[in-house]
Nanobody, 118 residues
Framework: QVQLVESGGGLVQAGGSLRLSCVAS????????MGWYRQAPGKQRESVAIITSGGNTNYADSVKGRFTISRDNAKNTVYLQMNSLKPEDTAVYYC????????????WGQGTQVTVSS
């Protein structure tokens, strides 16, 4: 069990940067997978970036080279650094944790709005 709280969203112009933070209610060093998802109006929720307990990362093709996911186990926090933001990045961004290997349970934060203007 874990509770997740996101912060850092806001309004930014195209080309700008934001850093999202996800603070977990417990240690995250042994959480199998943590990541960021986003959902834009009228679209399905999609994976943006994930990071495993071993430090492996994976990014959606649309954000490769622009976004970076990282984790600070001492602070129980996962970050998403977003650079060169585009209007199509506008969405509600959700922090996610998957716990379990054979059977994985998903946990979600409340979401934080990111709006990128032209």
């Amino acid at each position: 069990q874990v509770q997740l709280v996101e912060s850092g969203g806001g309004l930014v112009q195209a080309g700008g940067s934001l850093r999202l933070s996800c603070v977990a209610s417990r240690n995250i060093f042994n959480i199998n997978t943590m990541g960021w998802y986003r959902q834009a109006p009228g679209k399905q929720r999609e994976s943006v970036a994930i990071i495993t307990s071993g430090g492996n990362t994976n990014y959606a093709d649309s954000v490769k080279g622009r976004f970076t996911i990282s984790r600070d186990n001492a602070k129980n926090t996962v970050y998403l650094q977003m650079n060169s933001l585009k209007p199509e990045d506008t969405a509600v961004y959700y922090c996610n944790a998957k716990i379990g290997i054979i059977v994985s349970n998903n946990y979600w934060g409340q979401g934080t709005q990111v709006t990128v203007s032209s």
